[in-house]
């Protein structure tokens, strides 16, 4: 090899001989066409430096992503220094186009939180519909599967019937994001949502393409309403409901998710936590405990009217309320609250969660209603 070529031939020869294997190849293309557009594309790779690396992690942390008009991520910045280091690595140990790394002498950027988005009961019921009306029954199936599994989007795309067992409900992904096989257990809900696909013996159980799905997902939102989710969410989602559920440990957990150490799921201790406190309670305030879970705020929208003021509570159907004044309105809805979750609880009734409601309301005219407050200002 030429001695002298410039970052972007060593770049495009590490991309043929290294990149081109990876199971992340399609994403690692974009870093380096990104990396050889940028100024270090032009110099000479012996003779690139610290600085220079530094520079470009400054410059490309200062760019607007078009897509999102916000600056590029810090994650993207480290991800595309790791692959300059990689390939200056492999550069000067088997390829004698340089002879140091200058990208470990130079501080990456600090890695960002994970993200901690939770879906809400009333997005998911929104998305569950829009989904389930939707002209391809396959988005909702695969919105099922990856709440209810834990599942990457690439490993629910990738589904083949040979590795599905319905009966048993296990599904099989012999390829995984880090290269081992895993089994995964299908809840009830997971196995229909497969079921309602059309069960066959072999082949791909979805049509799906990645680009298809992100671009439907993108339209859907938009559709709806709902800012800040990205489907990847729904797999934290799940693991976030996992943890909750108290009783699998994390390394079950793990088995599940496919995380290969414990300290990726660092960021769920503080659910696992949460089912710690209500056990140490033990059951000595258990039924007191179990009332006041139910006694919450819900939502209700305020409407004025001529002769009255009219309160609506959105979770609960047919629960309106009509009074001369604001503070005698919010006083009877408050009431009716309190009534309502009492009765359906001695009743056995199912007890909705705030904000499912699918009706669309002035957020303005939203208030929340305590069913124990004493008063409304």
Known sequence: MDKNQKLKETLEHYRNRVSILKKGYAQERYRIEQLSRSSLGNLITREITSV????????????????TNK???????????????????????EWGVCDSNPVKNVKKPKTPPGRDRRLTAREERLILR???????????SIVILALETAMRQGEILKLEWEHINLKTRIAHLP?????TKRDVPLSVRARDALIRLGAKTKGRALSYSSNGLKSTWRFMLIKLGIEDLHFHDLR????????????????????????????????????RAQRLVRKLEGNKHKGKQAVLD??????????????????RLLDFEGLVMHAPSRENAIQAAQDTLLRKILTSMR????????????????????????PLASQYA
Do not use: F, W
């Not at 009734?349 to 904000?355: F, G, L, T």
């Open 175 to 179: 390829e995984t994001k880090n290269g």
């Open 71 to 93: 600056n590029i991520s810090a994650a993207t910045v480290r991800l595309e220094m790791s692959l300059l280091s990689n390939c200056l690595d492999i550069a000067r140990i």
């Open 294 to 311: 139910n006694l919450i705020p819900y939502p209700a929208s305020i409407e004025e009217h001529p002769t009255h003021i009219e309160v």
């Open 347 to 370: 009743d056995a009734k199912p007890i909705p969660q705030p904000d499912q409601y699918l009706d669309p309301v002035d957020e303005a005219k939203v208030v929340m209603i305590d």
């Open 52 to 67: 220079d690396v530094a520079t470009y992690r400054d410059q490309r942390l200062a760019q607007i992503n078009p897509k």
């Open 236 to 271: 934290h989602e799940s693991i976030s409901r996992l943890v909750e559920l108290g009783t699998l440990d994390l390394l079950e957990v793990a088995a599940i998710s496919g995380h290969k150490s414990l300290s990726m799921l660092k960021r769920y201790t503080h659910l």
């Open 130 to 140: 829009y989904c389930h009306n939707h002209s391809n029954p396959e988005l909702y």
